[in-house]
């Protein structure tokens, strides 16, 4: 049985649309007029955020290196395999073979 999605996901412009219309929930007039000192007090007294503390003084962003474009020839079956997983087949293809390059690098250290 799949399992039902829950996370909901919108186009910055159905956004401003919804907003346009009234539909949004947030109340953005109010969280532009917060103090900084304000923000960080809903922050604090949000359950969700108890005890979590973030450093983003050593966080750096990487962007990952482009994908290569190849046309191989691969077993019927296995590609049907992949497929029947259903959208996003071609990284899963791609996540084996980086976890089989990985081992095989390991393997070569030892």
């Known amino acids: 049985m799949a ?3 829950r996370i909901v996901r919108y186009t910055d412009e159905e956004l401003r649309a919804m907003q346009a219309r009234g ?3 947030s109340d953005w007039k109010a969280a532009a007029a917060m103090t900084d000192a304000e923000i960080e007090a809903a ?3 949000d359950p969700d955020e108890a005890g979590m503390v973030v450093d983003w003084s050593q966080t750096s962003a990487e962007l990952p290196q ?3 474009v190849l046309n191989m020839r691969i077993d019927r079956d296995v590609l ?3 497929r ?3 959208k996003g087949y071609q ?3 791609n996540a084996v073979l980086r976890s089989y390059v990985e081992q ?3 393997h070569e250290r030892r």
């Open 66 to 68: 482009p994908k290569a």
């Open 84 to 86: 029947r997983q259903g």
């Open 91 to 93: 990284t899963k293809i």
């Open 23 to 25: 539909e949004s929930r």
């Open 80 to 82: 049907d395999f992949f």
């Open 43 to 45: 922050i604090a007294s």
């Open 3 to 5: 399992r039902k999605e």
């Open 104 to 106: 095989m690098l390991e």
